[in-house]
């Protein structure tokens, strides 16, 4: 099969169409034929040897996939209601900038209704890690105020629509610009802050009457800790997911236990099958539903031929990008 290689750690000419065997599904595994590749952060960070492959793990770039099913393990196929032929969207632990890819059957979802594969190949990657991240770590109630960082990344411009469609009470975006800032809005916040010109802390504090954002989705670490224990509610909820602006921080311990504030964190590609396989229902039952009634809609900001992932990286690096960016075989 043909495939995207990882030829050296570097910028994004390190990508380089190759030849490698076609992989075989196990136990509890589909073989999906690949239409559509998303794109993701994780993807970039890999590249550079920021992120490594997971024990097992393709070393083939790729967390999420469209497609049809070609074959695999016909009993656990038909437990979970698939049959050779289905199209299906995938999070995998990597291999999915391939032609060919194993997915376990639990972490498979049938394309929503109305959408075509490119559209359901933007889904998984995003989708697991606000679901797993907001609703699950940081326990988002109807009526709660919600923050997420960088409003306009693939992360951000899912948190927004799944938040606001599972009844947040006020939904609060950042963006690095005035027009992303529109943007997050069309796409359903109530408040977008320009954190180039604003402080992001103090104006939380003001959109909530000074309670404080319940829940924080933080995709920057660093300095942002900070700033997000300052503007965080009581009993409030600061989730990290990424650590785009280094890894330590200093804050004021004192605010965390006086407002009895919770700082959690996650990863999702090393966490083990049955761990994704429940998100993955509880997509399937509380999310799909409202995609199908366009409730809630993908976001797509760019496609490329596979050919030109580096090309796709590039875009994602350069981080003009609103919504996701997916390769298309």
Same mark, same amino acid.
């Given at each position: 099969?043909?495939?995207?290689?990882?030829?050296?750690?570097?910028?994004?000419?390190?990508?380089?169409?190759?030849?490698?065997?076609?992989?075989?599904?196990?136990?509890?595994?589909?073989?999906?034929?690949?239409?559509?590749?998303? !794109?993701?952060?994780?993807?970039?960070?890999?590249? &550079?040897?920021?992120?490594?492959?997971?024990?097992?793990?393709?070393?083939?770039?790729?967390?999420?996939?469209?497609? &049809?099913?070609?074959?695999?393990?016909?009993?656990?196929?038909?437990? %979970?209601?698939?049959?050779?032929? #289905?199209?299906?969207?995938?999070?995998? =632990?990597?291999?999915?900038?391939?032609?060919?890819?194993? /997915?376990?059957?639990?972490?498979?979802?049938? !394309?929503?209704?109305?959408?075509?594969?490119?559209?359901?190949?933007?889904?998984?990657?995003?989708?697991?890690?606000?679901?797993?991240?907001?609703?699950?770590?940081?326990?988002?109630?109807?009526?709660?105020?919600?923050?997420?960082?960088?409003?306009?990344?693939?992360?951000?411009?899912?948190?927004?629509?799944?938040?606001?469609?599972?009844?947040?009470?006020?939904?609060?975006?950042?963006? @690095?610009?005035? #027009?992303?800032?529109?943007?997050?809005?069309?796409?359903?916040?109530?408040? =977008?802050?320009?954190?180039?010109?604003?402080?992001?802390?103090?104006?939380?504090?003001?959109?909530?009457?000074?309670?404080?954002?319940?829940?924080?989705? #933080?995709? !920057? /670490?660093?300095?942002?800790?900070?700033?997000?224990?300052?503007?965080?509610?009581?009993?409030?909820?600061?989730?990290?997911?990424? !650590?785009?602006?280094?890894?330590?921080?200093?804050?004021? =311990?004192?605010?965390?236990?006086?407002?009895?504030? &919770?700082?959690?964190?996650?990863?999702?590609?090393?966490?083990?099958?049955?761990?994704? %396989?429940?998100?993955?229902?509880?997509?399937?039952?509380?999310?799909?539903?409202?995609?199908?009634?366009?409730?809630?809609?993908?976001?797509?900001?760019?496609?490329?031929?596979?050919?030109?992932?580096?090309? %796709?990286?590039?875009?994602?690096?350069?981080?003009?990008?609103? @919504?996701?960016?997916?390769?298309?075989?």
């Amino acid at each position: 099969m043909k495939a995207i290689e990882i030829t050296q750690y570097g910028a994004p000419e390190v990508l380089r169409a190759g030849e490698r065997p076609d992989p075989v599904a196990g136990a509890g595994e589909v073989l999906i034929r690949v239409t559509a590749s998303g !794109v993701n952060r994780p993807d970039v960070l890999q590249r &550079t040897g920021n992120y490594p492959v997971p024990p097992g793990a393709s070393d083939i770039p790729g967390l999420e996939v469209a497609g &049809t099913i070609v074959g695999g393990d016909a009993q656990a196929m038909a437990a %979970a209601g698939f049959k050779a032929g #289905d199209r299906v969207c995938a999070l995998v =632990a990597g291999g999915g900038y391939a032609q060919l890819c194993v /997915a376990p059957v639990g972490q498979c979802l049938p !394309v929503p209704r109305g959408l075509t594969d490119i559209e359901a190949a933007s889904l998984p990657e995003t989708f697991f890690t606000v679901w797993s991240n907001v609703f699950d770590r940081g326990r988002l109630q109807p009526g709660e105020s919600f923050m997420v960082q960088g409003g306009t990344s693939g992360i951000g411009v899912t948190a927004i629509q799944v938040a606001k469609a599972m009844g947040a009470g006020k939904v609060i975006a950042t963006a @690095g610009s005035d #027009d992303k800032c529109k943007a997050c809005i069309e796409l359903g916040a109530d408040h =977008a802050i320009n954190y180039k010109t604003q402080d992001f802390s103090e104006e939380a504090k003001k959109l909530t009457d000074g309670k404080g954002v319940d829940v924080v989705l #933080d995709m !920057v /670490a660093g300095g942002y800790i900070d700033r997000e224990v300052k503007c965080v509610a009581e009993d409030g909820r600061i989730v990290i997911i990424a !650590v785009q602006g280094g890894t330590k921080s200093e804050f004021n =311990a004192g605010l965390v236990l006086r407002r009895r504030i &919770t700082i959690t964190g996650s990863t999702l590609r090393p966490r083990p099958v049955a761990f994704k %396989a429940a998100i993955a229902q509880a997509l399937r039952k509380n999310v799909w539903p409202l995609i199908e009634s366009k409730a809630i809609q993908p976001v797509i900001h760019s496609t490329f031929p596979v050919a030109d992932a580096a090309k %796709a990286h590039a875009l994602m690096e350069s981080n003009q990008h609103v @919504g996701k960016i997916v390769l298309t075989w």
